[in-house]
């Protein structure tokens, strides 16, 4: 089940949805929305009225050396924005 959830995204965008009770994370690019809010509740012991989610595709790269140039992507990853009840918090950073 925690398996699901990556990590966090905590960018300058995110913390300001904080205040409005907002979180974002990084998924499992297989999880639904049912999954992901089952996962937060059970690990951060909070009540989720709703659940966002974005696929972001990789982008391609590519990089000139001696060799010749080499092209690739960068992987795929899906984000979920997660509404809380009013009242509930995520402490991302407890001991710091």
Same mark, same amino acid.
């Given at each position: 089940?925690?398996?699901? #959830? $990556? ?9 300001? #949805?904080?205040? *409005? ?8 690019? %297989?999880?639904? $929305?049912?999954?992901? %809010?089952?996962?937060?509740?059970? *690990?951060?012991?909070?009540?989720? #009225? ?6 972001? =595709?990789? $982008?391609? =790269? ?15 990853? *899906?984000?979920?924005?997660?509404? #809380?009840?009013?009242?509930? =918090? ?7």
């Amino acid at each position: 089940m925690t398996s699901i #959830l $990556k990590r966090p995204i905590v960018t300058e965008k995110m913390t300001t #949805l904080q205040e *409005k009770g907002q979180y974002a994370f990084e998924v499992d690019l %297989a999880a639904n $929305k049912i999954s992901i %809010a089952r996962a937060v509740e059970k *690990k951060f012991n909070v009540t989720v #009225l709703d659940v966002r989610t974005i696929r972001c =595709k990789g $982008k391609a =790269k590519s990089q000139m050396t001696r060799r010749g140039r080499f092209e690739g992507r960068t992987a795929a990853w *899906k984000k979920a924005i997660v509404r #809380l009840k009013e009242g509930d =918090k995520i402490e991302f950073f407890q001991n710091v």
